[in-house]
């Protein structure tokens, strides 16, 4: 089973890819970790796309294609995730089109709805462990005093990405409604989306997504 994962940032795609990963075999293709990674090697690709991501602004598609394109193993694993791709109505026609060469389809888009202003809140208290990338939000669950991550168990540095600002975020969110939101009534009216209320809390949401994966 292949799904999209859609929403503004910090509507919570990444906390709900990971636990469909630990509990259904499935495979998480975010492109945001992905440029992040490129960016932190310091490949050619990843010195080029810093001063994008850290405005808050899209990465070309054709960068993003290519990413997705080479990490699509056709046939693995309990299916795809996709998250934080598509973007843009040319990747959502590609992303069509890559999964149809591999045979595969894609079989739901979650939108998760969370209002503007929870979305800033949310970023702006949000921070990653370096090491197994759990997120941790300072108001609703703060980093454990004693600084040993609660999911990989170690005691690693704790960190704010630099496109977490609140500056960075409007041009995030401006981004997202000028060339992501138009994805809604395009896959609508392909009849493969559903709408989820994203602000519930994490349990709450994850009984959603499973509540459209078991139907
Ligand atoms: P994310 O981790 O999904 O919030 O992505 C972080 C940043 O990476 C975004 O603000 C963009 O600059 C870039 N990015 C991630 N995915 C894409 C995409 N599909 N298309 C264009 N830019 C992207």
Same mark, same amino acid.
């Given at each position: 089973?292949?799904?999209?994962?859609?929403?503004?940032?910090?509507?919570?795609?990444?906390?709900?890819?990971?636990?469909?990963?630990?509990?259904?075999?499935?495979?998480?293709?975010?492109?945001?970790?992905?440029?992040?990674?490129?960016?932190?090697?310091?490949?050619?690709?990843?010195?080029?796309?810093?001063?994008?991501?850290?405005?808050?602004?899209?990465?070309?598609?054709?960068?993003?294609?290519?990413?997705?394109?080479?990490?699509?193993?056709?046939?693995?694993?309990?299916?795809?995730?996709?998250?934080?791709?598509?973007?843009?109505?040319?990747?959502?026609?590609?992303?069509?089109?890559?999964?149809?060469? @591999? !045979? =595969?389809?894609?079989?739901?888009?979650?939108?998760?709805?969370?209002?503007? #202003? /929870? +979305?800033?809140? $949310?970023?702006?208290?949000?921070?990653?462990?370096?090491?197994?990338?759990?997120?941790?939000?300072?108001?609703?669950?703060?980093?454990?005093?004693?600084?040993?991550?609660?999911? @990989? !168990? =170690?005691?690693?540095?704790?960190?704010?990405?630099?496109?977490?600002?609140? #500056? /960075? +975020?409007?041009? $995030?969110?401006?981004?997202?409604?000028?060339?992501?939101?138009?994805?809604?009534?395009?896959?609508?009216?392909?009849?493969?989306?559903?709408?989820?209320?994203?602000?519930?809390?994490?349990?709450?949401?994850?009984?959603?997504?499973?509540?459209?994966?078991?139907?």
């Amino acid at each position: 089973m292949n799904i999209i994962l859609l929403g503004p940032p910090g509507a919570g795609k990444g906390t709900q890819a990971h636990h469909l990963v630990a509990t259904r075999d499935m495979i998480q293709l975010s492109t945001g970790d992905m440029l992040r990674e490129a960016k932190d090697s310091g490949t050619e690709m990843g010195k080029r796309v810093a001063e994008v991501m850290a405005r808050g602004e899209l990465v070309t598609d054709e960068i993003v294609i290519g990413l997705i394109r080479e990490k699509l193993e056709c046939g693995k694993g309990g299916g795809f995730i996709f998250d934080g791709f598509p973007r843009t109505l040319p990747q959502a026609d590609a992303l069509g089109q890559l999964l149809s060469e @591999c !045979g =595969e389809t894609l079989d739901a888009v979650i939108e998760m709805q969370v209002d503007d #202003e /929870a +979305l800033v809140d $949310r970023i702006t208290a949000r921070s990653t462990c370096s090491n197994c990338g759990e997120v941790y939000n300072d108001n609703t669950k703060p980093i454990p005093a004693d600084g040993v991550c609660t999911k @990989c !168990g =170690e005691a690693h540095e704790f960190t704010r990405r630099a496109d977490d600002n609140e #500056e /960075a +975020l409007r041009n $995030r969110l401006m981004e997202y409604y000028k060339k992501t939101s138009p994805l809604v009534g395009y896959y609508y009216a392909k009849d493969m989306l559903s709408r989820i209320n994203g602000l519930g809390s994490v349990k709450d949401v994850q009984g959603s997504i499973a509540a459209i994966l078991d139907r």
